[in-house]
């Protein structure tokens, strides 16, 4: 299961996607994370389906890779669904029994709530894959930059969440070395109830968390030995640049929105 969250992952692959600026791409992915809300009809989540698809095409990632991601949000996209579906009040009751009952609104915001965990995961999954941490940095840095006038650390702010997602993948690959490893020495994590289950998780957490501490000092040590000190007056290896890459790609996104808002308004 751990092995099926690619949440953090870069492929560096040559597509449309990956060369498209990360500053568009960072607001691209905000404008479809709204979207994907504005859309509650089975029109509207049909263009958002084939937007999807299309944008998954030309990443050249595979659509094997965007479902394996998906694969470990299966408990939260049913019981999301299970508790939209029996405690949703509605006119038109379907069946009930006792306090549990099962209405066409029900339904209807099962099925949104379901679609939108979906397309949520799949936007901000193709983002990661389709940008290098670098770039990433680069991309936060360059759209918070105004607000540093303010005294927000833009740069360090962007650091850290580029950080936070590149150590996702390693950290998993850790805590499954881990369970392999106490597996090897008999130890049981499948069998038993809830509670002994997770008691079973204690010999894992503590050297996982043992060896985030030590992953995080080698980090911290070597960004010291390299001279880091915050984003003032460093410069940039590569310097973002629009394109008309960039241009045609938000001439298509604009077009994606106003899509999903006429679809919405009715028309």
Not at 17 to 40: E, G, N, Q, W
Request: charged share 15%; aromatic share 12%.
């Amino acid at each position: 299961m751990l092995k099926d969250i690619t949440l953090g992952q870069y492929f560096p692959l040559d597509s449309v996607i990956h060369k498209i600026d990360p500053r568009f791409k960072i607001m691209f992915t905000l404008c479809y994370i709204v979207l994907i809300f504005f859309a509650s009809s089975p029109a509207g989540y049909l263009a958002v389906g084939i937007f999807s698809f299309l944008v998954i095409k030309l990443s050249k990632v595979g659509f094997k890779v965007v479902l394996k991601s998906l694969k470990p949000l299966l408990f939260i996209l049913c019981f999301t669904a299970v508790i939209n579906l029996f405690f949703t009040g509605g006119d038109t009751i379907l069946w009930q029994w006792k306090f549990l009952k099962i209405t066409t609104d029900g339904i209807i915001n099962a099925a949104n709530m379901a679609l939108r965990l979906v397309f949520l995961v799949v936007g901000s999954s193709i983002l990661t894959y389709t940008t290098s941490p670098i770039l990433l940095t680069d991309g936060i840095e360059r759209l918070l930059s105004p607000f540093a006038k303010l005294g927000l650390p833009s740069h360090e702010l962007a650091m850290m969440m580029t950080i936070a997602l590149r150590f996702i993948p390693t950290l998993l690959e850790e805590t499954e070395k881990i369970i392999m490893a106490q597996k090897a020495r008999g130890a049981d994590f499948e069998s038993g109830n809830l509670i002994r289950r997770a008691k079973a998780l204690i010999p894992v957490l503590v050297p996982l968390f043992i060896s985030s501490f030590r992953r995080a000092d080698e980090l911290a040590t070597a960004m010291e030995c390299r001279c880091y000190r915050g984003g003032k007056g460093r410069t940039s290896l590569r310097q973002l640049r629009v394109t008309s890459l960039d241009w045609i790609a938000l001439g298509v996104m604009l077009i994606f929105a106003l899509v999903i808002i006429f679809i919405n308004l009715g028309f």
